[in-house]
């Protein structure tokens, strides 16, 4: 009777220990940009890790660049997405999950989305859309910070909107249900876009009203974005958040604060740029810091809802919407 009475107690710890296990993971947090594969030929210290992203508690998803390099792949940087793609399957082989919907996403993993930074990926052939689709690219920004093909950078100030090639890439990446990403282009090029008829997103970008630099957006840019029902990931540079190049954790939450006054409390999430950053928020160095930002955030006011919203809810939301549009 003692052995069955142990082994009853023991099956009922085991029960209340999966309900609880089932509780704990109670926030998705998605991170929309980082530059690890590309890092990863340089180094083996990065900012993205496995322990990092495996939290107690939380079910990760990190977006991570085929970044096409200062060259736009050219020279020594001709094969450099098939040295990143490379760098993608150590990272499988070492735990990562990859994922192409966030109904993926598994708890227990660290779930990786592939994105494209930089449309000169593509060549001069359409066709080359097909290949990273079936790679399970799910965001393109069709530039980075170099004029190409199809459209212009927002840092060279151009006055230009996409080129005819960077329509005919925009019409057959919605034809994969790939978003478009315009962290990187000019504001014509942006406005082009939003007034389609398929939201776009800026994966790592901040409030051009908070810190004047033109990779940053202005309040009627995310204004139209939210009204759209497009997404922001706030960026983590300090260059992005502050004139003066310095920030804290706090400058972070003021620049996703005001992203929420404007109307975007369900568009608005985070967007790093670890990897691809040489300094950082203090307090903020690493991607395990994320979840003390969300303390933080909550003592200065925002609710719990809103918390589990900016951490990935409402990129989520905001991916589902790419998934089933027509």
């Not at 060279?156 to 090639?165: A, E, I, M």
């Not at 409390?265 to 994320?290: H, K």
Request: aromatic fraction near 8%; include cysteine.
């Amino acid at each position: 009777i003692i052995i069955v009475n142990g082994y009853c107690f023991q099956l009922f710890r085991l029960v209340i220990h999966q309900i609880l296990r089932r509780e704990v993971v109670w926030m998705l947090i998605c991170d929309t940009h980082a530059d690890t594969l590309h890092r990863m030929q340089y180094t083996k210290n990065t900012d993205i890790t496995l322990k990092r992203l495996t939290q107690p508690g939380h079910t990760w998803v990190q977006a991570l660049a085929l970044f096409v390099g200062g060259n736009g792949l050219k020279g020594d940087d001709r094969y450099l997405i098939e040295r990143e793609l490379d760098n993608f399957e150590i990272l499988k082989k070492k735990g990562f999950h990859q994922i192409r919907s966030i109904e993926e996403a598994l708890p227990d993993k660290v779930n990786a989305i592939l994105t494209i930074e930089g449309g000169e990926a593509f060549g001069d052939d359409i066709s080359s859309v097909q290949r990273f689709a079936e790679l399970g690219v799910r965001v393109v920004a069709l530039i980075w910070n170099n004029d190409n093909l199809l459209a212009h950078p927002a840092v060279k100030g151009s006055d230009n909107g996409l080129t005819p090639f960077g329509w005919q890439v925009t019409k057959e990446l919605r034809k994969y249900h790939i978003a478009l990403d315009i962290s990187h282009l000019n504001e014509r090029g942006s406005w082009e876009l939003m007034e389609s008829n398929v939201p776009p997103m800026a994966s790592h970008s901040c409030a051009r009203a908070l810190c004047d630099h033109p990779r940053n957006l202005t309040d009627e840019q995310l204004r139209a974005l939210f009204h759209a029902g497009g997404y922001v990931g706030v960026n983590f540079y300090p260059v992005f958040l502050k004139e003066s190049g310095q920030a804290t954790v706090d400058d972070l939450i003021d620049h996703i604060a005001y992203m929420c006054d404007l109307g975007g409390e369900r568009c608005v999430g985070l967007g790093s740029d670890f990897d691809g950053i040489d300094c950082y928020p203090e307090g903020l160095r690493t991607p395990d810091q994320i979840p003390a930002m969300f303390e933080r955030m909550k003592a200065r006011g925002f609710d719990d809802q809103l918390i589990k919203n900016v951490a990935g809810e409402n990129f989520a939301r905001y991916l589902a919407q790419i998934d089933h549009n027509e």
